[in-house]
């Protein structure tokens, strides 16, 4: 999917290319050639040389103006600590580069039907879960402020449906939670999650009778370029 997003957006996919977030390891981009450094939640593709260590997302060590198209994946932590990730992706920029940054948008899943976003079962299971999302993840608004604040101009954001499964059984999905998590699982104790776990088929039954459905989270995707 992300590979796709890159071409679709008509995003560069050759030249330096810094990666900021989570679970980055797995990402397969269409880029070309170059390197590739891994420094904590920094990927750094390139053909020059690896990211100092200590490099984060808000402090890259990076020369000014060295880089050409920056991706912030689940980057945003909060919303200062999305001020601090612009500001310094603006400066690594080069003139013209972009950045596109990908965050949850938990206040889709959150006013959806669960049986489009299983996920909701947690937050209604669970209010609290609901709270944490709602405080962790900022706004496609929110997103769009920072980066105008940072310097940057041609600001789109929209939301897409990220796939996370298609099911046709109820306890396989429930065996897949297990393994796999929803957003917000890490809130609930031991003991709640064997209880979610546990009538979390029956739940399913109830929201997608037909017995075959999707299992989709929502994604916030922001572009901006640097002029």
Known sequence: MWSELIVNLDLPRGGEILLAGDE???????????????????????????????????????????????????????????????????????????????????????????????????????????????????????????????????IDSYSIDFPLGHYRDYQTYADSVAVEGWRGTDQLTAEELDTLLDELPGLMKSVAPAGEFDDLEPITVATAYKP
């Open 24 to 154: 980055l390891a797995d990402i397969q981009l269409p880029i070309g050639s170059g390197q590739r450094f891994d420094a904590g939640g920094l990927v750094l593709v390139t053909k020059g040389a690896a990211p100092p260590p200590g490099a984060t997302a808000t402090d890259t060590g990076l020369n000014a103006e060295s880089i050409d198209l920056i991706i912030l994946r689940d980057a945003a932590r909060s919303l200062t600590n999305l001020v601090r990730i612009s500001t310094e992706a603006y400066r690594v920029l080069k003139p013209g580069g972009s950045v596109l940054i990908t965050e949850f948008d938990a206040a889709t899943l959150l006013d959806a039907r669960p049986q489009l976003y299983p996920q909701l079962i947690l937050s209604n299971m669970f209010p609290r879960v609901g709270d944490f999302l709602m405080n962790r993840h900022p706004r496609s608004m929110d997103i769009g402020r920072s980066l105008v604040r940072a310097g940057f101009k041609d």
